[in-house]
């Protein structure tokens, strides 16, 4: 019994790592098949590519020698059409391209004509930050179908005040408000990266209400700087106030003109100012 | 059998590059022809939709596809313009850098906004870094017809400096209306003064004189593109 149970143990053994190591090595044959596949699929691409670049650049050339243009008569077009109608295209998509980058927004129709999408993009100086959409109906009335504007923009009272008598003044408004929310956010986080010093203690979603701390230079008295921008247009605030427990200092000629300063720069610039002037640490 | 594995895998990488290297070839090529050969495309697409819509050409699913793409767009493109009031009439754009990490693109577009011709070039970069997407302008180069206007000089080159080019054709758009309202009110008085009014320095200002028994007097009508800030 027991010599056939030790057998038993150490057959059922053998079996065992046989079939681990078969399956390991079928494992292994099943990645090198996958890999040879995916080889041969590139390979047909790859060729097919370059027989296409040829073939392009052959009609390229045809056409630098000022032969004309001509549709194939055949019924079965040639792939020289294609290419010329891909051309078109590419064509039509850079200049899409380009008056998103100029204009910022995009139109696009979709459904036949019953709907409009509109793509905004938003910038701030040479960076190019969020893209919003909105969809419009334009069934019977313009209206707003879909969107993901962010909640704290007036869209409704936007909508409105031009949707349905100045389409494009509406679209103006909405992308310069987008900007100008875009372009506080960015200032919020320029001053974050480049005035590491100054504290950004409040700011609400709009990015119009800023309450920021910083240090003066020489007595090392805290100052808050309240920063109200009542044009959701612009990126500028309408009021700063200054305030500190060291009154006398708050109230100097200096930071009298500090706060113009505030009022006139964007923010990030007017802080960095500030400290290379030595008024903040 | 390890070292098969990583022979057929440096195959797969090698392929790829290659391919990416075609298709990179491909997409010069198509837009040096579109920029060679733009308007006769435009009467190809034209030709081709036409014999379509008269039934006399049978086309291959893709192609019908790329055709009704392409009049799709050229519709919402005059819409673009109509609305935003800049047309652009060429567009030449060159991939200088193309990784997976990074593309750089070159663009120079010429067009105009009302009676205002510019050209602008730039280069758009974009960065891809794991989570962050960057995307900017840089090396912005503007030039606008209408130099003899001095606002609109001093306003150019700040927008150079601080690369806001949405805010070039933002004003740009508001100081061409601004002039084709401006030339309505010249019209209206020149047809109604006649010869009182006439128009001073490079069109930007109108003076009109007014004369009375007791009242003598010359009123400039300015108008400029001042008034925008970043």
Redesign the interface.
Known sequence: MDIVRKQGVFDHLMVLEKAGTTGQEKQKQDRLDELRSTIVTLRAKRDRLSAETAALKSLQNKLDQGQPLEVDEADDLMQLDQFLLKSRLMQLKDLQTAYHLIGGYNLIENKQGKSICVSFCTAYGDMYLETFNLEMDLRRTVQISRHNIPPCIPLDKLAKENLQTDFKAFLETLSLHLNALAGRKQQISLIKELVGTVEVIEKNQLCNFLVLMCKAQESEAAILCTLEYSDLTKCLPTRVTIQSKDTTLAESPQWKKNQALLMESPVHIALLTLRKMGSIV | ?GT??QK??E??KL??R??KA??A???A??????????E??????R??SN?VEKGN????K??SK??T??S??????R??TE??G?S?SE?F?KTVTKTERKNVQQ?R?TGHCCFLSFQ?EFA?TEIQDGETF?????D?NIIVDGAELKDLCAFLSRVEE?????L???TLGSFSERCKQRNRTFQYFKSTWGHRCRLRAGSSRLAVSFNHRWLSFSRPLLCSCRGY??
Do not use: H, P, W
Not at chain 2, 29 to 38: E, P
Not at chain 2, 57 to 60: A, E, I, T
Not at chain 2, 72 to 77: F, R, V
């Open positions: 059998m098969l594995e057929l895998e195959e797969i392929l790829q290659e391919i075609y298709e070839e491909q997409e090529c198509v837009r040096a022809i579109s920029l060679q050969n733009g006769a495309l435009q009467g190809l697409v030709n081709l014999k050409v049978m086309l291959k893709d192609v790329l055709i793409e392409i799709n767009l050229e519709k919402d493109l819409r673009q609305i935003s800049i652009l567009c754009v663009y577009l602008a758009l960057l995307k900017k302008i840089s912005l601080t690369k806001g080019l949405f070039f054709f933002r800030s970043v």
